[in-house]
């Protein structure tokens, strides 16, 4: 019930805000990638500028998310190769349980 109370208070507005941006930017724009002839570009897009906007946002959300994603390779690498460690310590300390229990009966010392 909390999720989705705060999903509410977090996801209308921001639904608001977008569409609200949406509206007071839909009007055409030509995004032109010829430098060369800009009156008759090559390669265009006409696009409202909203998308545009959004585009760019996107594509910075992904930079960045690829950029920290990078960054923390060493500690995924180190988490990786500490797992495998427990994993074998795990596997020794029940193959020693196992010889234990086996070899219990004359590994104690008799009683006095």
Request: glycine content about 4%; hydrophobic content about 55%; cysteine-free.
């Amino acid at each position: 019930m909390l999720k989705k109370l705060f999903n509410l208070l977090i996801f209308i507005p921001l639904a608001v805000v977008i569409i609200s941006i949406a509206v007071a930017n839909s009007h055409m724009v030509r995004l032109a990638l010829d430098p060369i002839s800009p009156e008759t570009p090559f390669l265009a897009i006409d696009a409202p500028f909203f998308a545009f906007l959004f585009g760019a946002l996107l594509t910075g959300v992904l930079i960045g998310g690829f950029a920290a994603w990078s960054g923390q390779s060493k500690w995924r690498n180190a988490a990786k190769l500490r797992s495998h460690e427990a994993q074998e310590w795990r596997k020794e300390a029940e193959r020693l349980s196992r010889e234990l229990a086996t070899n219990a009966p004359s590994a104690l010392p008799a009683p006095k």
